[in-house]
């Protein structure tokens, strides 16, 4: 187990929402728990690699339903803590989401954000507060080459609290130029926002939301592949980021 204040590397977080998401990436860093309890019922890992630390920090299990904490809440928390905790100098929202056949979207598919990420079910129309709303969170410059450096797609993340997409979010969503659906990115870029840290999202398609078979069916029968295929792209990630010199 290792000691976050312990003299460390340049610290890159990783941010996860669903145990199942986390395990692969986990196991292909090499990652160990953190000695001290992480708060509330974040669940931290830390790995060393190609000179960094890597903290991956996952929301955990809610002690009330016993499932994960996804969602933009726990994501929040979580971003707060480990930027307090091990003040990282990138943090990247890594999971899986939905995506769309008129985006040419493709299950499998990996996307990084850009260039900025938004919230689709924040809908404030007040004087001002529209735009407070949508969040319209800037990504870190670096992730175009991110992009291409492991074969990935380039697309606007829109976050939400619901795994389906309404009318109201789908007219959102097209309003915002939204390819990708998930659940915590903006949360955590707005964390990353207030703290000054750079921030990029790197997602895994398991489903298309515009495809008739239901999104729940779609998610849960991809969802172990998806993670397979974030589980190698994110040690390829912190090869890039010590290449290219980011932190």
């Not at 069916?217 to 991809?222: S, W």
Request: glycine content about 10%.
């Amino acid at each position: 187990m290792s000691h976050p204040n312990d003299a460390q590397p340049p610290t890159v977080a990783i941010v996860m929402a669903m145990r199942a998401e986390a395990a692969g990436v986990l196991a292909a860093l090499g990652a160990d728990p953190v000695m001290e309890p992480a708060p509330l019922t974040f669940e931290w890992h830390v790995a060393e690699r190609a000179g960094l630390r890597v903290v991956v920090a996952v929301n955990g299990v809610d002690p009330r339903t016993g499932v994960d904490s996804i969602g933009t809440e726990a994501a929040a928390l979580n971003t707060h803590e480990v930027i307090g905790r091990f003040a990282p100098s990138i943090v990247i929202s890594a999971g899986t989401a939905g995506g769309w056949s008129r985006a040419e979207a493709r299950v499998g598919d990996l996307y990084v954000s850009w260039p900025h990420v938004v919230h689709h079910d924040r809908r404030i129309d007040l004087d001002g507060m529209r735009e407070y709303g949508i969040g319209s969170h800037p990504v870190w410059e670096g992730a175009p080459a991110l992009a291409e450096a492991l074969g990935g797609r380039l697309g606007i993340v829109t976050t939400g609290n619901s795994l389906d997409e309404s009318h109201t979010d789908r007219e959102m969503i097209l309003d915002l130029g939204g390819e990708v659906k998930e659940m915590e990115a903006a949360a955590v870029a707005g964390v990353c926002s207030l703290h000054g840290v750079p921030f990029v999202a790197v997602k895994t398609i398991t489903d298309l939301v515009d495809d008739p078979a239901p999104t729940a069916e779609q998610f849960l029968a991809n969802l172990s592949a998806a993670s397979r295929h974030l589980a190698e792209a994110v040690p390829a990630i912190i090869d890039h980021l010590v290449a290219v010199n980011a932190l």
